[in-house]
């Protein structure tokens, strides 16, 4: 069953589909050809400014569990043998703190339907029963509704597949890597920590930040620049709040 034609999510595809093309058509004068994919551009960076204030949040999450980080070590401690009474104590100290655990998780799952739009309007050939013409569209002769991978497969890739897909997966592979050196998970290796939060959960951490990259090899090109612009506007938005709200020193 395609659920793109359910009438509800139909709409909603219909109307990001009128506004990515009239932003497109508006943006054509100065981007030619790439008004398109400078849409998509700019529909992710309006997206990540109307998540300003959860990115915010996030920040301050990150903030309040470093300062907590002492306190957590010491519950941990005195209640290693009764785990139901660790997770309350857990709870009751963030509560106290007005936090949570999960405190700070807004903005990837605002997010994940902005990316599964993006996806839909670059995968299907009609968009609520009309014509996708999305679909015709370029960047640097490669359509914004192929992936490398797929192009791989259909035998269809070209030098500029390869080309424009090494530039945004780079770029991808090389935030990845600063926003792995920049923001080092905090790490505790006391006898009563968790493996979890020792040089284990650490190297997982790291290692995740490079899935976006691989992800960005199966999807259409669009949904490509929108990855790829996130992981950008991440970056610098996490330096500035980080200097804004610094962790605790430990």
Known sequence: MDLSAFP???????????????????????????????????????????????GVAQAKAEQTRSRLAPKLRELQRRHKGDPERLQRETMKLYADENSSPLAGCLPLLAQAPVVAVVYTLFLHPTIAGHANALLTEQLLGVPLGASLFGSVAAGTATAATFGVFAVVVTLVVVVAEITRRAFRPVMDDSPTASPLAGAGMARLAGALQFTTAVVALFVPLAAAIYLATTVAWTLVQRVLLRRRYPLATL
């Open 8 to 54: 509800p999510i139909a709409a909603i595809l219909d109307g990001a589909y009128a506004l990515l093309m009239g932003l497109a058509s508006s943006l054509e004068p100065f981007a030619g050809p790439a008004a398109a994919a400078a849409s998509v551009l700019v529909i992710t960076l309006l997206v990540r400014a109307v998540l300003l204030p959860a």
